[in-house]
């Protein structure tokens, strides 16, 4: 018999309501790989190792408000109800909320960003791809993952060493004003932002999904409490978020020096990857953190469909244990697509996390 998984999970039932019902990659429509069996099957393979569940309590607006444009937050939870208003659903057969005009620097050439009246265009103002569609339960699965988050961060500031936030959707590719990358409210930021309100001091977010988390960066991209550090597929090798990732991006006015990309070439598998990891700790710990947060993100591994890195079960473990020695540390569900070993994954992360807590 082995020792139960020593490690909180955060879980809410709304996270379940967030169908995207597929994305809309170069201009079709696919089945798309963020699906609520991607919640259920974790939450399953923890439950069997005997992790305590803890549900999600409400909280207000104010952290969201604080790493948010409020206008995102009025847009992301009344757009589905325009857009039903608008017969979009009913009269033209578009059963999710999807852009199509795109209001880039380069269309408006200096001009305002106005907020178009209509739905249809304003959706291009606060969702920057076509990957990341609304339904009829997003806004309450967005808005639970946010309270999952915040609930993880508030065990850790009354003195857990750990808490594991299972939220879905996922959050690192939301920026300030801007959501995209099959995310919607950056449940991390979120949780870094509700660590530092309860007095952590500095935080260090270090971001192990596979993509690089944007939003994040842009989040805390001036900030010097809140150290950024990322280990990704790199984005000048074709992979998204395309535009951002890159090495160069060391941050900004008093987050000079307060962000860190490692990005890693297809095909990078444990050894690789895990010498970027222990980079990323040695950059952190300079930052010298109170709290952590991981954006667990678990679509490194191997078999993925949605990335090229090949990272083992063992080297999750490893990712955990490294990570979560730095200081007590909210670990923040993010990506991971390959249901059969989503399960496998965060237990091998969780159980490295706990080897560091315990010695
Ligand atoms: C949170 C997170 O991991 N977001 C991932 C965003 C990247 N999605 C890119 C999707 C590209 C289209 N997928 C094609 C899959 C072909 N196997
Ligand atoms: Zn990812």
């Not at 339904?135 to 750990?162: K, N």
Request: contains cysteine; glycine residues 14%; hydrophobic residues 45%.
């Amino acid at each position: 018999m082995t020792a139960s998984l020593p490690v909180p999970v955060v879980w809410s039932q709304d996270c379940l309501r967030h169908d995207p019902g597929g994305e809309v990659w170069l201009g079709v429509k696919d089945a798309g790989t963020e699906v609520p069996e991607r919640a259920l099957v974790i939450r399953d393979a923890l439950a069997a190792a005997g992790a305590p569940e803890v549900p999600a309590a409400a909280h207000g607006d104010e952290v969201l408000q604080a790493v948010h444009d409020p206008a995102l937050l009025g847009h992301l939870a009344g757009v589905w109800a325009e857009w039903e208003q608008a017969g979009f659903p009913a009269e033209w057969g578009r059963d999710r909320v999807v852009p199509y005009v795109f209001p880039t620097e380069g269309m408006l050439g200096g001009l305002p960003g106005r907020l178009p009246p209509a739905v249809h265009g304003r959706a291009g103002r606060f969702c920057y791809d076509t990957m990341t569609l609304v339904g009829p339960g997003s806004w309450a699965a967005i808005r639970g993952a946010a309270d999952v988050a915040l609930t993880a961060a508030d065990l850790v500031s009354a003195g857990a060493q750990l808490a594991y936030a299972l939220c879905r959707p996922p959050g690192h590719h939301v920026t300030g004003s801007a959501y995209g990358g099959s995310c919607y409210l950056n449940n991390a930021a979120i949780a870094a932002q509700a660590l530092v309100a309860a007095g952590a001091g500095r935080v260090a977010v270090l971001d192990i999904d596979a993509h690089h988390g944007n939003g994040t960066q842009s989040i805390f991209y001036s900030r010097g409490d809140v150290f950024y550090g990322s280990v990704h597929v790199d984005p000048g090798a074709g992979w998204f978020p395309h535009y951002v990732g890159y090495a160069d991006e060391r941050g900004a006015g008093p987050g000079e020096g307060a962000n860190l990309n490692l990005p890693l070439p297809p095909g990078t598998g444990d050894e690789g990857w895990l010498t970027a990891i222990r980079d990323l700790c040695a950059a952190a710990a300079a930052h010298r953190p109170g709290a952590v947060v991981i954006s667990l993100g678990l679509d490194a591994a191997e078999a993925d469909p949605e990335s090229p890195l090949r990272v083992t079960e063992a080297g999750y473990r490893e990712a955990g244990r490294l990570t979560a020695a730095l200081a007590p540390t909210v670990l923040v569900q993010e990506g991971g697509y390959h249901l059969p070993t989503l399960g496998p994954l965060v237990i091998a992360a969780l159980t490295g996390a706990a080897e560091a807590v315990t010695g």
